[in-house]
DNA sequence: GCGCATTTACTCGGATATTTTATGTCCGAGTCTCTTGGG
DNA sequence: CCCAAGAGACTCGGACATAAAATATCCGAGTAAATGCGC
């Protein structure tokens, strides 16, 4: 069970973003280079988060991404499931299904205790992403490091 | 972000292997048998399980595996790490570490609130999995379907 | 009939293939900008 | 000087390789039981 790296490359720059003038993009290239990351790997997670509606993408000259919607209204959650997709990490396969007996009509992602308690589990998991905004990041990021947010943006525009 | 299949087989079968008799065991053949599962591929999970202390093996005619401890002693918890390893689905590869300016003696894995945020979320999911033994989920079983426990002895003793 | 050495069959355990997933790369479609020529 | 048309360059977007991990398999080391032999 592993977390794809993109994840954590998508939270940076989401966080990035939120520093840039309204309305001003940066291209996947400034990003990549930013944290020296593969430029055409890091567009393709730049181009999940725009599908789901998380950036906003412009092409040709000037053009680039820039955050769709105020950092209050995306959650760490939202960025997550853009890039892993909707599922869970737990996929019950339903092996008592296979077991001696009969299953006539029995969903066992339902009824299976086990399942249960995996899917509870992973619930707990999901509010704690959802309780946290990028608004939120913005703001102790600004608190614990006033220089950043500068530094920041002149990576970004250099 | 996927979790292997095996954990969902390795907390069945340490499920089914409370309702034995106290010292006796079940070869790997007969629990893959009873989902029908590869047996070699249950064999290994079952083997992951023995080097984490939650079953015994025991080579030789009669042997197999059986519960190291009691059913009240291991969560859900202790199975998934055994079988996913210690290490959480989002590691920090620091990329705060390859962005301009000076780095020195910084562990991004512990200040970057990226990171922290992320294994607080973990955190939260590690707890709800502690929570539940492999006791609790015998008790519900027998509590909601009475007639399992004696329909899963049957099944893996012939 | 009884005890002991030997054989035999059975089990786990780790080393070895195969399939799937994640990672990384490349080139084309579309768009905005800049240039250039005419009015 | 102003405007419009066209060329050019830049960007994203998805299709295509490569590397890593999960899945599945096989065979050997070790062990306990069963067998056969001698007493």
Same mark, same amino acid.
């Given at each position: 069970?592993?977390?794809?790296?993109?994840?954590?490359?998508?939270?940076?720059?989401?966080?990035?973003?939120?520093?840039? !003038?309204?309305? !001003?993009?940066?291209?996947?290239?400034?990003?990549?280079?930013?944290?020296?990351?593969?430029?055409?790997?890091?567009?393709?997670?730049?181009?999940?988060?725009?599908?789901?509606?998380?950036?906003? =993408?412009?092409?040709?000259?000037?053009?680039?991404?820039?955050?769709a919607r105020r950092?209050?209204d995306i959650?760490?959650?939202?960025?997550?499931?853009?890039?892993?997709?909707?599922?869970?990490?737990?996929?019950?396969?339903?092996?008592?299904?296979?077991?001696?007996?009969?299953? !006539?009509?029995?969903?066992?992602?339902? =009824?299976?205790?086990? =399942?249960? =308690?995996?899917?509870?589990?992973?619930?707990?998991?999901?509010?704690?992403?959802?309780?946290?905004?990028?608004?939120?990041?913005?703001?102790?990021?600004?608190?614990?490091?006033?220089?950043?947010?500068?530094?920041?943006?002149?990576?970004?525009?250099?």
């Amino acid at each position: 069970m592993r977390m794809s790296e993109g994840v954590e490359w998508a939270l940076h720059e989401c966080l990035n973003l939120t520093w840039l !003038e309204p309305g !001003e993009a940066v291209t996947a290239a400034r990003l990549a280079k930013y944290y020296e990351l593969p430029t055409a790997y890091l567009n393709k997670q730049l181009q999940a988060l725009t599908r789901a509606g998380i950036l906003d =993408s412009t092409p040709g000259p000037r053009g680039g991404f820039r955050l769709a919607r105020r950092p209050e209204d995306i959650t760490m959650m939202d960025v997550v499931t853009a890039i892993e997709g909707p599922d869970g990490a737990f996929r019950c396969e339903e092996v008592l299904r296979r077991s001696p007996g009969d299953h !006539e009509g029995a969903d066992y992602r339902k =009824s299976c205790i086990i =399942s249960q =308690s995996m899917r509870r589990a992973e619930l707990a998991w999901r509010r704690e992403l959802a309780a946290v905004t990028i608004a939120d990041l913005k703001e102790i990021v600004e608190s614990r490091h006033p220089a950043s947010p500068g530094a920041i943006l002149r990576g970004l525009r250099t």
